[in-house]
């Protein structure tokens, strides 16, 4: 009987361990951010020399538990981003009436889209709910004919929740972010009249 406890007590132990290895692993989301299709018509075909950059200084994004050393770390990485984003800026050029290039050319306007925040915080708790919050920064700079127009995008998302957010819960709440970071950007009527000028 008592062998049989024993072995009891250390399945349970392993089922134990095994739940906090899976609470304590990393995240590396796959997000698939969108532009709206409402954006503000502006060009006429004018060719817009376009660059994306990554201004983290990390993939991390943060902690689930919001402890610093936690290894629950919440990453997008750079490489699986970033054409997305390129992809999306493209998207919402087209929309807009213009046809972006990576090429650059004498006189031509150019747009430099860099993300230069992209964090998960945990929040001021509440009774009985935590909170994450989430926040992304996009940096555009338009140059034309010797005009330079710069505009700092921010999307902010407070979240909270009973059970910590699974991997689908955030990947979800970050693709939303993104998502709405790029239609802040490009619902921005100063970029357009500044590019097709």
């Known amino acids: 009987m008592r062998?049989?406890?024993i072995a009891k007590q250390a399945s349970g132990l392993a089922a134990a361990l095994l739940l906090a290895g899976c609470a304590q692993s990393p995240q590396y989301l796959a997000v698939s951010p969108t532009v709206s299709s409402n954006l503000p018509q502006a060009g006429s075909g004018q060719a817009v020399t376009l660059t994306t950059a990554d201004g983290r200084e990390s993939d991390v994004l943060g902690t689930r538990s919001g402890k610093q050393m936690?290894?629950?770390?919440?990453s997008v990485p750079a490489h699986t981003l970033m054409p997305k984003l390129q992809q999306q800026a493209e998207a919402a050029?087209?929309?807009?009436?213009?046809?972006p290039t990576s090429q650059e050319a004498q006189g031509r306007p150019s747009l430099t889209l860099t993300l230069t925040q992209l964090s998960y915080q945990k929040g001021e708790a509440q009774a009985m709910l935590d909170k994450a919050v989430l926040v992304a920064k996009l940096k555009a700079v338009v140059e034309?004919?010797?005009?330079?127009?710069t505009g700092?995008?921010?999307?902010?998302r407070e979240q909270s929740y009973a059970l910590t957010p699974n991997y689908e819960e955030n990947n979800q709440m970050?693709?939303?972010?993104l998502s709405n970071a790029l239609n802040r950007t490009f619902g921005d009527p100063q970029i357009g009249q500044l590019l097709a000028r």
């Open 3 to 5: 062998i049989a406890t």
């Open 70 to 74: 936690s290894t629950d770390t919440i």
């Open 93 to 99: 050029l087209r929309q807009m009436g213009f046809e």
């Open 144 to 149: 034309n004919q010797g005009s330079v127009y």
């Open 152 to 156: 700092i995008y921010t999307a902010k």
């Open 174 to 177: 970050v693709t939303e972010l």
